[in-house]
C-alpha cells in the first residue's frame, strides 16, 4: 500500500500546485512510483504546471459517477502519472467531493505515492482532500498570516486523522522581519519540513507561453536542489545531486580540491554527492 499525502495550506498562492507538480517530479527521476492528483476541483492550475489541460476524462467525471478512475489516469512527465481535475464550472457544482476518500483508495494500492494538490482555505473540497489522504505536508510562506492559517489546517488535519508531516517554508527570502524556522516550528508544535526559497526560477514556471516546471528546467536552480532534498526526505532517499553543476560555493570547492589531492574523493570521480538528509 503506497502512502497518500495531501499538499495543503491555510492561504492560497503559497505554491502549493508548484511543490506538488516538482516534488512529484522529483520523485519519480529517482525511481519512485508516483501519482499526482489535482484535487484542487474548482481552481484546477496543476493540468497547467503540467501542460496537459486537454484531458478528455477528469476527477470530475469520476466523481460525478460518470467515469472509471482508471480512465483519469494520464501519462506526465518523467514517467510519473497524473489525474487532472476539470475546467467545467458547472460540473464542479455537481461534483460529491466526498467520492474522493474512495477514489484514492482505490488507486493507493498501484503507487509507492499519491500526492493530492489541494484547495485553499477550509471549504468542504479542502476537508475532502484531507480526509482522502493519510498524511499532509502543510505548506506556508514565513509570515504572520499564512502561519495563522495553516495551524488551523493543521488542527483539522488532526480532527480528521490525518498526520501533518511537518512544515514546508516556501518563498523564503532570509529577509529580516521573515517568521524563522525554529518559530515556525514551535508555534506549529511541528518540523520544518523543506524550505524552499524564493527563486524567480520557480515563479517563471507559470509565465512562459508553455508552462514548465523548474524541476524539468533546471536541476540545480535553488528551489529544485530544495525539492530534490525534500523529496529524499519523503521517500527516505539519499540526496543526490550533481556537484560539478551545482554551486556548493568556494568552501565546497576549496574541500573538493584538497580531497581529491589526497585521494580523499570517496566519489571516484563520478561526481555525484550523497548525502543524508
Ligand atoms: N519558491 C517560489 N519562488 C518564487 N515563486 C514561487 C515559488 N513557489 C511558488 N511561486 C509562484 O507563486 C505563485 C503561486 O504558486 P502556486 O503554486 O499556484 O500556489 P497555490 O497552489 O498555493 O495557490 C505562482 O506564480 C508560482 O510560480
Ligand atoms: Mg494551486
Known sequence: MGRSIAIVSGKGGVGKTSICANLGIALAQRGVNVCLVDADIAMAN???????????ITLHDVLLGEAGIQDAIYDGPNGLKFIPSGLSLENYRRVDADRLATVIKTIQSKFDFVLLDGPAGIEKSVLATIASTEECLLIATPDSPSIADVLKTKIVAQRLGNKPLGVVLNMVRFEK??????????????????????????RHSFQRDKAVPVMLRNLQAKSSIEVQKLAARLAGLPVQFDEKKSSGGILSSILHFFASLFGGN????????????
Not at 46 to 56: F, T
Not at 178 to 202: C, F, Q, W
Not at 266 to 277: D, I, L, P, T
Open 177 to 202: 522581519g521573515e517568521i524563522g524556522k525554529e518559530e515556525v516550528s514551535r508555534m506549529m508544535e511541528l518540523p520544518v519540513y523543506a524550505t524552499i526559497p524564493y527563486d524567480d526560477e520557480m
Open 266 to 277: 570517496k566519489n571516484n570521480g563520478k561526481g555525484m554527492e550523497e548525502m543524508k538528509v
Open 46 to 56: 496543476l493540468s497547467l504546471l503540467l501542460g496537459m489541460q486537454s484531458s478528455p
